[in-house]
C-alpha cells in the first residue's frame, strides 16, 4: 500500500520562499510518476507541477518560473520549492504518485502567503 505524506507547509509572507516535501513509502518509488497539486476549500483541485520517472517536469502557468519540483530516489521524496509567492498561491497542498491506472494521494499540508 503506497503512502504519502507531505510536511513543510506553514504560513509565508507574500515575496517569501517556502518547500513543501512529499515521503513516498510502501513499494518501489522509481516507478511512479509524482505531482503537486493544490485546492482551495469548496474548489476544484488544481494541478501544480508534475515530475516523471525519467525527471522530467511540467509546470502550470500559474507557477512557472516560481515553482521548482524535484524527486529524490534515494531518499523516497518529492519536494516543491515554492519562491516568489502570492496570496493566490494558498491552498492545501498534496502530492500524488501514479502508475498506470493506479494512483494515490497525501492528506495534504496548508501553504498561507500574507499580503
Known amino acids: 500500500q503506497v503512502q504519502l505524506v507531505e510536511s513543510g507547509g506553514g504560513l509565508v509572507q507574500a515575496g517569501g520562499s517556502l518547500r513543501l516535501s512529499c515521503t513516498f513509502s510502501g513499494t518501489k518509488f522509481d516507478w511512479y510518476n509524482l505531482g503537486w497539486y493544490r485546492q482551495i476549500p469548496g474548489r476544484q483541485r488544481d494541478w501544480v507541477a508534475t515530475?516523471?520517472?525519467?525527471?522530467?517536469?511540467n509546470y502550470a502557468d500559474s507557477v512557472k518560473d516560481r515553482f521548482t519540483i524535484s524527486r529524490d530516489n534515494h531518499e523516497n521524496t518529492v519536494s516543491l520549492q515554492m519562491s516568489s509567492l502570492k496570496p493566490e498561491d494558498t491552498a492545501i497542498y498534496s502530492c500524488r504518485a501514479d502508475r498506470g491506472m493506479a494512483y494515490y494521494w497525501g492528506r495534504g499540508t496548508q501553504v498561507t502567503v500574507s499580503s
Open positions: 515530475i516523471s520517472t525519467s525527471g522530467s517536469t
